[in-house]
């Protein structure tokens, strides 16, 4: 009976001991979250900046061309009249409603090169990484395709693919998106720790594993490189399908825009599709910041 208090006090101590050793990692814990939470804010508000001087830019450069140049008012509009034309002219709603269902289609033809390149490239690149065998079979060819100009192999496409269909589409924009997706993603890959790829190794990983565990992770900013380089090319892909191809969207009413004279309508159909592209391309960098820095890897690791 007399050893019970003397068992409770150590009892006692013990917890009392836990407690404070509990308290300082909660503490950690808390100063760590909030240590990214302001990582990842400082890298929004950086690409927020960003996109807004990037805006600031072209449009100083949109009108210093079309009133420093000496083009005919008729032919060339700056941004204050495309902005009459889209919101201040009583036709404005018109306006709009005729050019919205255009930049939706050229939307969903970038969106559908934009998925194609960027899997090929994701599948090519892994292959790639697994098997040199692969990459001296396929690379040579993937250059000489990249090598010769896409308005020159259209038409052998088209004819492959047919004419204004979407596998026109996808093909026409997945080349656009695919060769610099590829090369980054490939970057990425070939960027991984030496010593991580070794210790996968030891431990009885293949190759399989360590691009699992190693590589793929560590190419995370080269994949999402790619993306961004991907979004302008895409919208390009898509444009040039559709003068091509499909004769829809913004790509093919620009020829008819011009032809007809209709210069309002073919500068706000470009300065919408040249503001998304901006607008997305800002969106996929915000994205990049937000993951990599609650991932730990800063701008200084990339």
């Given amino acids: 009976m007399g050893g019970l208090p003397a068992l409770g006090g150590r009892r006692t101590h013990r917890i009392c001991a836990r407690g404070p050793a509990r308290a ?9 979250g909030r240590r990214m939470m302001t990582a990842v804010w400082r890298t929004t508000g950086r690409s927020l900046l960003n996109a807004l001087l990037t805006f600031v830019i072209v ?14 008012p008729y032919v060339a509009k700056g941004p204050l009249d495309v902005w009459n034309y889209l919101f201040v002219e009583a036709e404005a709603a018109a306006n709009r409603a005729e050019l919205a269902p255009l930049l939706a289609q050229t939307l969903q033809d970038a969106a559908i090169g934009f998925v194609v390149g960027m899997l090929v490239a994701v599948v090519f690149a892994l292959a790639f990484s697994l098997s040199r065998a692969v990459e001296a079979g396929v690379m040579p060819l993937a250059l000489l395709l990249r090598s010769v100009p896409l308005v020159a ?8 693919t047919g004419r204004g269909t979407v596998a026109s589409v996808a093909v026409i924009g997945s080349i656009v998106v695919l060769f610099p997706a590829l090369a980054s993603i490939m970057f990425g890959l070939s960027r991984a720790s030496k010593e991580s790829l070794d210790l996968v190794h030891v431990y009885g990983g293949g190759r399989a594993t360590q691009l699992h565990k190693v590589n793929v992770p560590g190419a995370l900013p080269s ?10 090319g895409a919208v390009t892909g898509a444009l040039l ?18 032809a007809s004279a209709r210069f309002d309508e073919l500068w706000a159909s470009v300065a919408l599709i040249t503001i998304i592209t901006l607008l997305l391309y800002n969106i996929v960098q915000v994205v990049e910041n937000i993951v990599l820095a609650r991932m730990g890897m800063t701008t200084a690791q990339r």
Wanted: cysteine-free; hydrophobic content about 60%; glycine content about 14%.
């Fill in 241 to 258: 399908a559709e003068w091509l191809s499909t004769g829809q969207g913004i790509g093919g009413m620009i020829v008819k825009f011009t």
């Fill in 59 to 72: 449009i100083a450069l949109w009108w210093a061309v079309v009133n420093l140049t000496g083009i005919s």
């Fill in 223 to 232: 994949l999402f490189a790619a993306a961004r380089v991907s979004v302008p």
């Fill in 24 to 32: 300082r990692g909660d503490t950690v814990g808390v100063g760590k």
């Fill in 153 to 160: 192999i259209a038409p052998v496409i088209i004819l492959i």
